[in-house]
């Protein structure tokens, strides 16, 4: 069974908290998703503002969790009480 949007936004989020900041290609190998479901989603995670996108010296696009998205991640991660 595949995973859903929200189980790979998950895993993103995931990644990103983990790392200082990831390009596509290292974001896509990490969470063995395809590199054009990633960049064809990214845009909505930053749009909600859960990631940003940083430009690197060599002109990368990387992307890196922003703090409301460890927030969100963190909630979506706790067990229920």
Sequence with gaps: M???KLQLYLKVLSLLSRYSALSFSDLASLA????KWTEANIGFLVEQ????KEITINLVDTYAVTDRGIKILRFLESPLS
């Design 32 to 35: 063995k998703i395809n590199e």
């Design 49 to 52: 503002g859960l990631v940003r």
């Design 2 to 4: 595949s995973e859903t």
